[in-house]
């Protein structure tokens, strides 16, 4: 059984630099494309960050500059390093597996809430 687990959301203030994390089991890990995408009511899941099996990151223009994706193939986990985060941020967080044309994985999602 796959899964995947979100954790490090909250409230965090604008400016804010919260790290997300994304344990998964169930999978050979270090052979899967790893990503977060994000999602706020009434809109699309965004792709933010991908992250290859051999290191390379792509990241949406938006968050360029200002997030970090990055995994540890030995725990499983994938990392999203958030830093200025804005309050038009404030999104359900998702992560996400897959390897070519197999069925991607979801997680079930961390709220970020950016708020003073």
């Known amino acids: 059984q796959v899964q995947l687990v979100e954790s490090g959301g909250g409230l965090v203030q604008p400016g804010g630099s919260p790290r997300l994390s994304c344990a998964a089991s169930?999978?050979?890990?270090?052979?899967?494309?790893m990503a977060w995408y994000r999602q706020t009511p009434g809109k699309q899941r965004e792709l933010v960050a991908t992250?290859?099996?051999?290191?390379?990151?792509n990241y949406a223009d938006s968050v360029k500059g200002r997030f970090a994706i990055s995994r540890d193939n030995a725990k499983n986990t994938v990392y999203l390093q958030m830093n200025s985060l804005k309050p038009d941020e404030t999104a359900v967080y998702y992560c996400?597996?897959?390897?070519?044309?197999?069925?991607?994985?979801w997680g079930q999602g961390t709220q970020v809430t950016v708020s003073s």
């Open positions: 169930g999978i050979i890990f270090r052979n899967y494309v």
């Open positions: 996400n597996a897959y390897l070519g044309i197999q069925k991607p994985y």
């Open positions: 992250i290859l099996s051999g290191g390379d990151t």
